[in-house]
Each structure stands twice: as structure tokens, then as C-alpha cells.
């Protein structure tokens, strides 16, 4: 905000107030064999003064800031499954799948459009496998998921930024 007494741009919003949540789940969850397991979720939200950069206007200029933008609603489905390999050849061994998908919904405070809220991932996904090995005393495995993509809006601009916790070794 532009500080009015010492005539300079600050990086803070005075009229900030925290974001409020309504939050509705529910879930299905489905046990067999020993460790087995099917789950399916869903979530809904409903918040009050969503926090997400806004333009603050000053006499010179348009900068953006972290403010309230309004209200904003959020959805969620997961799937799990979990999955042992004991009848596979693979005694110890559980298969684990899980998927996300999110959608959310906000007015942009520069656009009046509609878009989802920053920094939220549409869909993710991961792939884990494990097995004890209890003659050896160790275990083993491993995990593939989707990585990370999202988008932060910004007065004027639209960042989109993804990747993967993979690493290579230099």
C-alpha cells in the first residue's frame, strides 16, 4: 500500500485478514484381504476472504500485493488403493495408487474473470510399491507420482511454474 504520511510504497496490506474456511468431507473406505484397502473422498470448501495477490493502486502506479480477493469455493476427489502382492509373488509387498483432482473457482481482482485459486495443482498422482524383506531384515522399494505443476496470478501475468522431486547427481 502507498503510505500516505511518508509518501513511499510498502510491500504490506493493512486491511489483511486471515481467510476463512468452511470444509465438508466425506469418505468411502473399503478393507479386504490383510492390508488391502480401496478409498474414495471428497471435499468441499467454501472460503471467505481468500487471501491471493490483488493490484493496489497508487497515484503512479499499479503494483500487486497479498490481500482478501473474496470468496472463493475449492473441491477435491482422491482415490486410494492399496494394494498387497502376497497372491502375486511378491509375498510382503504392497501396491499403493492414489490420484487427486482439485477445482476451484475465484473472481481475479484484475480480470472479473473466473479462475482457479494460485498454486493449486489440478491433478496429481503417485505409484508407490514396498517390501519388507524380514529374513534379510530390509526392505525395499519405490514411487513415481506426476510431479508439481500449478499457476500464481500476478497483476498482469500469469506464472506457471512445474517440476518433479527427481534430482540429478552432478
Request: charged share 20%; aromatic share 10%; net charge negative.
Amino acid at each position: 500500500y502507498f503510505g500516505m504520511n511518508d509518501k513511499s510504497l510498502r510491500a504490506d496490506y493493512p486491511d489483511l485478514v486471515p481467510a476463512k474456511t468452511w470444509l465438508c468431507e466425506g469418505a468411502l473406505e473399503y478393507r479386504f484381504w490383510d492390508r488391502g484397502a480401496a478409498i474414495l473422498s471428497y471435499t468441499q470448501a467454501h472460503i471467505s476472504d481468500a487471501i491471493d495477490r490483488m493490484p493496489i493502486r497508487t497515484a503512479s502506479a499499479i503494483v500487486d500485493a497479498a490481500g482478501n480477493i473474496g470468496d472463493a469455493s475449492a473441491d477435491s476427489v482422491t482415490g486410494m488403493l492399496n494394494l498387497p502382492t502376497d497372491n502375486w509373488a511378491l509375498p510382503q509387498g504392497l501396491l499403493k495408487l492414489s490420484t487427486t483432482w482439485r477445482s476451484s473457482s475465484v473472481t481475479d481482482p484484475t480480470t472479473q474473470t473466473t479462475r482457479r485459486l494460485s498454486g493449486e495443482q489440478p491433478l496429481s498422482w503417485r505409484v508407490e510399491f514396498s517390501q519388507d524383506l524380514p529374513q534379510q531384515r530390509t526392505a525395499w522399494g519405490f514411487s513415481v507420482d506426476n510431479g508439481w505443476s500449478n499457476d500464481s496470478w500476478q497483476v498482469g501475468e500469469r506464472d506457471t511454474s512445474s517440476g518433479s522431486g527427481c534430482s540429478k547427481a552432478p
